[in-house]
Structures are given as structure tokens and as C-alpha cells.
């Protein structure tokens, strides 16, 4: 079992910067796929970004590319995602998620989610 815990969200001007952290207890955090997902009101949870176990493997959605970088420390069981530029349109509930799977970026193939944590960028 992960239990998985995000921080870091907030209140930010467009064009501002956070950086999200995501830290999990439990065993075997190096061996998991981790991924970040959003969701907005009224829309469904989209994929933003995904780092393999590793960390060699990156993937991000179209929409934050160049903006957004998914790193991790597996010594401290931290994943985080720094998010430059910030727009009006990534204001969402943003979630941590983990994966048995060496790099997966579709919800249902996670295993582990964190409650979340909102991200609001006014204009």
C-alpha cells in the first residue's frame, strides 16, 4: 500500500511560477511509475505529466510543455512538478498518482492517488 500526500498548490498570478511536491509513505516508492494529473471543475482528470522510476522517462501533456518539469528524488520519496508560466486555464485540483507500470499516462493504469491539491492562477 502507498499512501501518497501533495503540497505546494496555491493561489498565483498568470505568469507566476509553483512548484508542487508530492511525498509517499510505504514501500518500494523507487519502483513506481509516478505521474501528475489535473482536474478542472466541470471537466474530466487529464494527464499532465509522468516520470518512470528511473527518472530517465518524462512525459507531459501537449499543454504544458516547456512550461511544466516532473523531477524525483526516490531517497526522500518526493515527486515534484514545477509549473513556470502559469496560465489561467491550468487553475485545477492537481493530483500525484502512482503506477505498477514502468511509465503510464492514462488514469486508469494508476494504482495510488493523493487527495490533491489546488492550483488556482488568476489573470
Known amino acids: 500500500q502507498v499512501q501518497l500526500v501533495e503540497s505546494g498548490g496555491g493561489l498565483v498570478q498568470a505568469g507566476g511560477s509553483l512548484r508542487l511536491s508530492c511525498t509517499a509513505s510505504g514501500r518500494a516508492f523507487s519502483s513506481y511509475c509516478m505521474g501528475w494529473f489535473r482536474q478542472a471543475p466541470g471537466k474530466e482528470r487529464e494527464f499532465v505529466a509522468a516520470i518512470a522510476w528511473s527518472g530517465g522517462d518524462r512525459y507531459y501533456a501537449d499543454s504544458v510543455k516547456g512550461r511544466f518539469t516532473i523531477s524525483r528524488d526516490n531517497a526522500k520519496n518526493t515527486v515534484y512538478l514545477q509549473m513556470n508560466s502559469l496560465k489561467p486555464e491550468d487553475t485545477a485540483v492537481y493530483y500525484c498518482?502512482?503506477?505498477?507500470?514502468?511509465?503510464?499516462?492514462?488514469?486508469?493504469?494508476?494504482?495510488?492517488w493523493g487527495q490533491g491539491t489546488q492550483v488556482t492562477v488568476s489573470s
Open positions: 498518482a502512482a503506477s505498477f507500470r514502468t511509465i503510464a499516462t492514462i488514469a486508469s493504469t494508476y494504482n495510488y
